[in-house]
């Protein structure tokens, strides 16, 4: 035939079905071709038919052994008396009635003629006993081959499980904090937003705490709260020289943990002392969280 | 030139690979040559009974002469001298009792044959295992071509085949890997030899649209086509395929076509269509996204090169070496090992429909260039006008005498599979 190696340029089977097997490898940590489980077998063969070393050629021997026919003989109960010479052949069967007046040659004939069965069906026996050894043998290193690769996909399902509790710890800490920074403090100028839409917070102008109106509180904690207000006056007066007016007032995302992870608003939080990266650091990035994301081993 | 055309079985409803093959090309040759098909008058591969009348018939327009066969085959004693032949040391009597027992044991076909020589220039013979190929080509070993048509079947390493492959004039494989392994077993690379496939009629009209109308199939899918049974691997696909479909966000669907002598599972993506005509399956492989052939044993699947010939790809099993071979050299499918890669195989067909369709392009231009029927029908011709040129001197392996009596019945020859193990294997890198 003509040339078979037709290639185009934008496909190549070969490049293709190397890809899908790195992806395999990706996904199912490490594989194993059926010609390299055999090699392994065999390396297994091998240490199990000779586990002290003491005879370097008994696999080649068991292999040959057990596959190469073994040669038999057939026995009849006309062996004895035959020949390759027609006349002897003749006379042996003439003079048979007298040789069966000494002796009686059919229970020799029929032991040999058992015997002969008994050969072929040995033979047959080590060859069917190489095979399922050999089979035996494979089918152990594959199973520890899949062995390998399930430990290795529960050691990843543990850690995916360890980072999902470990984020799931995470939040709930977050909503814990986030009630409770909102049972210490008033809604604020620059966070109206964000209290509004954090999940346990009260209706605007009341307590988590008490419900009552945040006015009351104020007038209730008196020259506490007159400092704290102070405080982030001049805070803001030193702050704002370098930031763009209106910035305070950038809306925040609901929950802390979504906007860490979206990533899509980096840097415009409006992150006080008081509200802002020591709050939302925990669900951004829970610590010890190092580990890739479920979704980072999928991409690798 | 006239030809002899000599197959087991032979007609127009008759749908065996082999046979199919061997009507195809012979209607083909007809435009050539003076063409006459000799055969049995069976239609049946497992019984061989005499089902169609002897004599002179016409198929398609080419003249066919139908010989009866002695008796039917005997399941039983076939099975029994097979192990004996396949599986234990055995003897020259039993490998030819095991051939006989084989059939189609048509002594009037060979009698013709041998008593004809003179009026055909060459006699083709198809399927080497069958009695007519081997006593067929003994007759007339100096007009004798075979095509093998041999798949990795321990039929390969029966000892009586070995003269059959080397003493031939010469021999049409259908795939490099089928080469090999008949090399391998008969060492017959210096006799002249082609590979030629077969090739397709493919409908001028095709609607992908009718078959997705008719059937109501809707988004993307993978197809199969012919017989659903585990001797096809089709086990293996249902298992695979539940994989996929289980691990995918959007698989592909899968339509299977032909009949199922196994239960189908019980899948809403699985659609099984039955038996569908001609128009329907290329029409179906036409709106398909990918064919899948899960067969082990393959001498050529005429159908993945009908996918590729309407620029589709194919997803095979690599388990065979034909499938993955013409998968290699066409550029044009890929393969699966284990469950593993045919999911992610599928997938790949899922994700990347334009390097899906690029891989059916280079499909079409392979199947264009190589299993078109004008190249096919040169392919043939030439070698014929060849073996004219060249004349053998000598009447080769397949002339010289079986063993006599006694050394006939000597239990030294090994086991078919034995042999097989020791012959090539994998696909062929070389055309």
Redesign the interface.
Known sequence: MADFNIRSDSVNVEQIMQQIRARIREKRGVDYTEQQIRELAAANFERFLDPQGARPGLLERFRQDGTSPIENYSFEDTTLFESHRAPLRWIRRLLRPILKLFFNPNPLAHVLHMQAGINARHAHYTELSYELLHNLVLETTRLGVEVKNLKMRVESMSSRFDFAERRGRAIESLVHRRSESAVEEPPARGRTNRAQAAPAQPPPGQTAATGQPAAVRDTDQGGSAEARRRRRRRRGRRSGAGRVPGEGSQPVPADGADAGDDGSQPGTDDRTPETGGGRDGPADKPAGTDTPTPSDREGQ | MRLAIVVQRYGPTIAGGAELHARHVTEHLSGFAEVEVLTSCARDYVTWRNELPPGRDVVNGVPVRRFPVRRPRSVERFARLSATVFH??HSVADELAWLDAEGPTSPKLIEYIRSNRATYDFFLFWSFRYYQAYHGAKAVADRAVLVPTAEREPAIGVSLFKPLLSGVRGVIYLT?EERDLVNGASGNGGIPS???GSGSEIPARIEPGRFRQKYGIQGPFAIYVGRIDRNKGCDELFEYFGQYATGERNPLQLVLCGNSILPIPDDPRIRHLGFVSDEDKFDGIAASDVLIMPSYYESLSIVALEAWALGKPVLANAKCDVLKGQ?????????Y?NA??FC??LS?FERLPD?AR??G??GR??FT??YAWPVVEK?YVDLLDRLTREKRVGGGPLSDPLPGWWERRK?TL??AE?VLETLPKGPSR??
């Open positions: 234990e040391t490099p082609i590979v030629a998968c290699l050299r066409s550029n044009a499918g890929l393969f090992q593993d890669e992610e195989a790949w390097q690029a891989l392009a280079t231009a392979y260039r190589h392919q239990r090994p086991p034995y070389r055309s």
